[in-house]
């Protein structure tokens, strides 16, 4: 009964192949030149963390992470992509794109894959879903037209998310496996997210552009509108966008300090920034902890002084980071 639909959902992927390798040299090349960028930056930051570290041994840290990026960045950034190659490979053939570690939680309820992640595990798990909701709220648009033309090149079958080749999710997952060649700790590997997030994820829109253009230039829906009704709104707009509203507060904060700094001239050196980043990440964590419920940044009656939990403990915030004194303490700390 099902033979017919799948082979004409079959012959749709055949034509329209061609505009697929179009679309994957794109994007590939697209991402090319934002990891180039990311790795310029990578002994920049490195070295604002070194000049603020206390001990040698955060130092050497340090140190030892620009010259394993140095040796270890091409492989990297062949690594990843080949996996997004990869990627436009499956869904060329009609297949879902695999995900060698799920990153979302419906992953890996679908996957059974629910073991207990130590809390480094959970740090780089939470780092690479706020990635993705961050990428996902920036090119919301641009997704939406994507999934639309995407759907039609596989047969009118609806697409999520997680089937959009080179898409936010699949992006991050295709880092999360690359980075893994470095054989970093969390506490570097952290630094490489926040790297990854500033000059790959945050610049997704124009990519998804040059996705679209190509589809269009080949009559694929070269006339949506992108009218977007507030059912498939609620039902597409990733949680970032949806929370903005009721984390709006708490991040306003977080950024205050950076902000008046911003307004005055001067410029935040890109470790601070990241440090900024990956600090706000793990407060971010502590929102569902029992632990942190009567912190005063979400309870307005909180626990008596001395006996509510910090935020993010700098010592333990991450080991080598934890380490590093920032030039504007009320700035750059809990």
Partial sequence: METKPVQDRSSQLQKYLPVLHRCRD??????GERLDEMFEHVEPALLDFIDKAETNQSQFQFIDAI??????????????????????????????????????????EATDSLELLDEDELN????????????ESGSFHQLYALKQRLSLVRGGRKLNNQDIPGGPLHCA??????????????NILLINYALFDKYVIRQLEPVYEEFN????????????????SKQEASETEPPARRQAAGTAENKEQTTQGRESREAEGMDIPLGEELFNSIRELLASRRQGDPR???????????????????????????????????????????
Avoid: C, W
Wanted: proline content about 10%.
């Fill in 124 to 135: 780089q798990r939470l780092a690479l879903q706020n990635m993705v909701e961050k990428g």
């Fill in 67 to 108: 010259s394993v990026v140095s040796r270890h960045k091409e492989v990297v950034k062949r690594r990843f992509l080949e996996e997004i190659s990869r990627g436009f490979t499956e869904f060329g053939q009609g297949q879902p794109i695999s995900y060698p570690v799920p990153l979302l939680d419906s992953q890996r």
């Fill in 292 to 334: 942190y419920a009567h912190h005063p940044d979400y309870d307005p009656h909180p626990a008596p002084e001395g006996r509510e939990q910090p935020m993010v403990d700098t010592p333990t915030l991450v080991s080598a980071i934890g380490a590093i004194q920032p030039e504007a303490p009320a700035t750059f700390l809990p």
């Fill in 173 to 186: 997952s295709a880092f999360q496996s690359a980075a893994a060649e470095f054989g970093f700790g969390s």
């Fill in 26 to 31: 794109s994007v590939l090349s697209r991402f």
């Fill in 213 to 228: 253009r190509i589809l269009i230039e080949e009559n694929i829906f070269p006339n949506l509108q992108l009218e977007i």
